[in-house]
């Protein structure tokens, strides 16, 4: 089993900046994939961000040159720095984790986490 608990959401003007983290319990979070995913109002949850054990990193085109996700090992941390937020960015945004085998950045991710909300005010 494992846990993950976001953080950092909150309410930001347009063109502003927030970072999220996520912590993940287990020994083995460095061979973890994580991702972040977020979920608008009346929208499907959809694949924001991912990386891979040895960093590799994949972005949904919405979000390229805006966010940048990455990982601490040592901290079994993963963020995402998020940079000129637009409103269209509101959402719940959701830590993922995927143990073992093989598979894309936009999953199946096996673990997730509650949510926090990111409100982008206009």
């Known amino acids: 089993q494992v846990q993950l608990v976001e953080s950092g959401g909150g309410l930001v003007q347009a063109g502003g900046s927030l970072r999220l983290s996520c912590v993940a319990s287990?020994?083995?979070?460095?061979?973890?994939?994580m991702g972040w995913f977020r979920q608008a109002p009346g929208k499907e949850r959809e694949f924001v961000a991912g990386?891979?054990?040895?960093?590799?990193?994949g972005y949904v085109d919405s979000v390229k040159g805006r966010f940048t996700i990455s990982r601490d090992n040592a901290k079994n941390t993963v963020y995402l720095q998020m940079n000129s937020l637009k409103p269209e960015d509101t959402a719940v945004y959701y830590c993922?984790?995927?143990?073992?085998?093989?598979?894309?950045?936009?999953?199946?991710?096996?673990?997730w986490g509650q949510g926090t909300q990111v409100t982008v005010s206009s």
């Open positions: 287990g020994r083995t979070f460095s061979t973890y994939k």
């Open positions: 993922a984790a995927a143990v073992g085998g093989s598979t894309s950045f936009q999953g199946p991710y096996d673990y």
């Open positions: 990386i891979e054990y040895y960093s590799s990193t």
